[in-house]
Antibody, heavy 122, light 106 residues
Framework: DVHLVESGGGLVEPGRSLRLSCAAS????????MHWVRQVPGKGLEWVSG????????SYADSVNGRFTISRDNAKNSLYLQMNNLRAEDTAMYYC???????????????WGQGILVTVSS | DIQMTQSPSSLSASVGDRVTITCRAS??????LAWFQQKPGKAPKSLIY???NLQSGVPSRFSGSGSGTDFNLTISSLQPEDFATYYC?????????FGGGTQVEI
């Protein structure tokens, strides 16, 4: 099984930027699509963005489209989320998750990281 | 977007009980449905994919059923470690969407 570890979260002022990273180990990274899912504390799960194994497919939730950019570096077994123009409503725990099927763009999630908290506040 | 509606939003049960959680999609999604378990302060854990297939390592007391718009997650005999919040998620189309969650408590 892959082991996923997120980093880069913290407290940031509205309008500023933050870059999340997700490091993968223990299994093949470059064959699988990767996604970011977030959760406001005490609330439900919201898919944020996804990227296919070769970066050929990118997709974003309407709530972040135009502000967030997903990317990956298969040579470094790493996934990223560049978050610009942050808003208070972006405050959440952010999880990276790996797709279940190798080479598939279908958003079936398998392994999850432990999450990283992003707080947007002045 | 496809809306996912779970019911109930919470339920009280005892160890040994049979528990069923329902998830309804706003349009047909074939069998493209997953279930997750989440405990307080922890990441979600994948339980079931393709509506009825157990992820590796998931106990056989968990089962999933359904197709089209209506789906169930059943725990045949509730164990102490099963008290958690459960979410369904449609995998049929982007954006993938989750149900609101069902909290299973004592």
């Amino acid at each position: 099984d892959v082991h996923l570890v997120e980093s880069g979260g913290g407290l940031v002022e509205p309008g500023r930027s933050l870059r999340l990273s997700c490091a993968a180990s223990g299994s093949t990274f470059d064959n699988f699509a990767m996604h970011w899912v977030r959760q406001v504390p005490g609330k439900g799960l919201e898919w944020v963005s996804g990227i296919s194994w070769n970066s050929g497919h990118l997709s974003y939730a309407d709530s972040v489209n135009g502000r967030f950019t997903i990317s990956r570096d298969n040579a470094k077994n790493s996934l990223y989320l560049q978050m610009n123009n942050l808003r208070a409503e972006d405050t959440a725990m952010y999880y990276c998750t790996q797709a279940f099927r190798s080479g598939s763009w279908s958003p079936v999630f398998a392994s999850w990281g432990q999450g990283i908290l992003v707080t947007v506040s002045s | 977007d496809i809306q996912m509606t779970q019911s109930p939003s919470s339920l009280s049960a005892s160890v040994g009980d049979r528990v069923t959680i329902t998830c309804r999609a706003s349009q047909g999604i074939s069998n493209s449905l997953a279930w997750f378990q989440q405990k307080p302060g922890k990441a979600p854990k994948s339980l079931i994919y393709d509506a009825s297939n157990l992820q590796s390592g998931v106990p056989s007391r968990f089962s999933g059923s359904g197709s089209g718009t209506d789906f169930n997650l059943t725990i045949s005999s509730l164990q102490p470690e099963d008290f958690a919040t459960y979410y369904c998620q449609q995998c049929n189309a982007y954006p993938p969407t989750f149900g609101g969650g069902t909290q299973v408590e004592i």
